[in-house]
């Protein structure tokens, strides 16, 4: 296996767990299980990030071959398909962050998530 199928591999393991990360956050969001969503959504930021490494030093491989055909063939390519598998990342971390947020804003209304600091009041 060359050094390019070993970055593409990665590149895309990471990616796709990286969207897979944040709808099982958003899902756990929606269905009112909200332990454990700092550590899904940090995860998935940073398989993201990682991911997008990975698509670069790829390139970076090609451009240390001098192998411009396969630059000019897929760069254009995954440049299309990062951007958008980025934003639709961003975005379902920021609705899953939204929904858990929103959560914990009612919660302290209702009085769930105040320490007992042990006064009675009267």
């Known amino acids: 296996m060359d050094a390019m199928m070993y970055w593409d591999f990665w590149w895309l393991?990471?990616?796709?767990?990286?969207?897979?990360?944040?709808?099982?956050?958003?899902?756990?969001?929606?269905?009112?299980?909200?332990?454990?969503?700092?550590m899904l959504l940090f995860l998935s930021l940073s398989c993201g990030a990682l991911a997008?490494?990975?698509?670069?030093?790829?390139?970076?491989?090609?451009?240390?071959?001098?192998?411009?055909?396969?630059?000019m063939d897929?760069?254009?390519?995954?440049?299309?398909?990062?951007?958008?598998?980025m934003c639709v990342g961003i975005l379902l971390n920021l609705a899953a962050l939204c929904v858990h947020r929103g959560a914990g804003t009612a919660r302290k209304e209702a009085g769930g998530d105040v320490p007992d600091t042990g006064i009675?009041?009267?």
């Open 52 to 71: 997008m490494l990975f698509a670069y030093l790829g390139v970076y491989d090609d451009v240390k071959e001098g192998d411009w055909s396969s630059l």
């Open 13 to 38: 393991m990471l990616g796709g767990t990286a969207l897979l990360l944040a709808v099982i956050n958003l899902i756990r969001a929606v269905r009112n299980k909200h332990g454990g969503w700092q």
């Open 120 to 122: 009675k009041e009267e």
């Open 74 to 85: 897929v760069v254009p390519v995954a440049a299309r398909f990062s951007g958008g598998a």
